[in-house]
């Protein structure tokens, strides 16, 4: 009977204790706390949960982190005053908060992963990359008499944005190969076997070439393309691993706007001539041309939503940075001042102050994580804002490499999206994916 009032007493007392706190904002920073934190080696993170309690901390891996700077299994603290979180090595743990002598409250899955520090650029780079295949980027009408006009790619059902991947079984990614290849089948009157990617799907069809009487060639009917060309920024060199960063968003075709599949490609220096300033309803660019006997800076192995990725074998010239600097999670940008670095005149990188004016929460891959506002007058008067060519300029926040600028708001062109770093450094094949933490959760 004793013992049954005591369960009772320590019940209303729970619930006196719970709704006390329900409507303070102790219990909704509490709430807050999410399931999963991660953290770099090295790294520190604290929980500011300002409870009137003690409480006792219990993690089951502690060569993992460090509890207010000990490494201890359990440890009994204050509520009140902040936990210190500091990460000890590459690892998972779990943390477990416990009140009134052993009630678990919360547990908390801790990531901890190596730590990784990378070079940010800012050079202009000239960008050549050779597809996978041959891209048809549009359909033409062959000449076969006076009075008749076809276009055989059109009637075999071939689409723009079509890559040709082999003719007649042999791979192919070479327009001068391919006009030899058709000249033979127009030649010898058999229709050309044809494989090509539409999307992920692989599509496979027949083609007969047709004789063009004024140009007096064999003509598929097709326009097609096997390369591209321009200039865009370098965002980050990984001495360690040997990898870049650049661009901050997928390179597509000028004319059927899709993705350009890598068979090959370079990153060559580049040297900024002249800038078109942009306007209101008007993005500029910058104009620049590849050096004579470009020094190859590196190869280009993918193409993705956020960028080109690649081998690099050394820090380009020019770099504000001789030695790395860390990078920060998605979380851990935050609204207010950082800068970029870019090249507006030569080969020179240069810094820029911005503001970071919104930060997307985002627990996957997504571009147009930020949005970043120019503030440097000396930008504003030399470029009118973000124009085309800086996409992937490194955005830098308290000494932290956070994101790359990737595209302008062509109406009001001083502001434009920035994609997180995390992104980049996934696609870069040189930080596993990762989940995000909230705001409470302050990491320094």
């Known amino acids: ?189 058999k229709p050309l076997k044809i494989t090509l990617k539409r999307g992920n799907r692989e599509v496979r069809t027949k083609i007969t070439p047709a004789y063009d009487v004024d140009d007096k060639a064999w003509r598929l009917g097709l326009y097609i393309r096997d390369s591209a060309a321009g200039v865009g920024t370098l965002t980050f060199y990984a001495p360690n691993e040997g990898v870049y960063g650049a661009l901050g968003h997928v390179i597509t075709d000028m004319n059927t706007q899709t993705p350009i599949i890598v068979g090959s490609g370079q990153i060559v220096q580049s040297n900024v001539t002249s800038i078109s300033k942009s306007q209101d309803g008007e993005p500029g660019e910058k104009r620049a041309h590849f050096l ?68 997307s929460r985002q627990d996957a891959p997504a571009t147009k994580g930020i949005v970043l506002r120019i503030t440097d007058p000396n930008l504003i008067e030399k470029t009118g804002g973000i124009v085309q060519g800086m996409s992937g300029s490194p955005i830098v926040q308290n000494g932290k490499l956070v994101g790359a600028v990737t595209h302008v708001f062509v109406n009001d062109p001083k502001s434009g999206y920035g994609c997180f770093i995390e992104w980049m450094l996934q696609d870069a094949g040189i930080m596993l994916k990762q989940k995000s933490t909230p705001d409470n959760l302050k990491a320094s």
């Open 292 to 359: 004579r006997e470009s020094k190859v800076l590196g190869s280009i192995e993918r193409n993705t939503h956020f960028g080109i990725f690649g081998k690099m074998n050394e820090n380009p010239d020019h770099s504000l940075y001789n030695t790395p600097i860390p990078v920060a999670f998605s979380e851990e940008v935050k609204e207010g001042p950082a800068e970029i670095l870019t090249v507006v005149n030569g080969q020179q990188v240069e810094r820029f102050k911005v503001e970071i004016v919104h930060v």
């Open 1 to 189: 009977m004793k013992s049954n009032l005591s369960l009772r007493l320590l019940g209303l007392l729970l619930a006196f204790f719970v709704c006390c706190l329900g409507t303070s904002e102790s219990l909704q920073s509490f709430a807050s706390i999410p399931n999963e934190l991660r953290l770099f080696t090295g790294q520190q993170a604290r929980i500011n949960l300002a409870m009137p309690v003690q409480g006792r901390i219990v993690v089951n891996h502690p060569e993992v982190l460090h509890l207010n700077g000990l490494a201890s299994k359990s440890l009994n603290v204050s509520l009140n005053n902040p936990l210190r979180i500091t990460s000890q090595q590459a690892g998972k743990t779990l943390l477990t908060l416990k009140i009134f002598g052993g009630i678990p409250l919360k547990t908390v899955s801790v990531n901890v992963i190596p730590d990784l520090k990378v070079i940010p650029g800012g050079q202009t780079i000239g960008v050549k990359v050779k597809s996978a295949g041959i891209l048809v980027v549009g359909h033409h009408l062959v000449k076969t008499s006076d009075t008749s006009k076809i276009s055989p790619g059109e009637e075999a059902g071939i689409q723009l944005g079509d890559l040709i991947t082999h003719l007649n079984g042999v791979a192919t990614n070479d327009v001068n190969k391919m006009a030899q290849t058709v000249e033979q089948a127009g030649l010898s009157k």
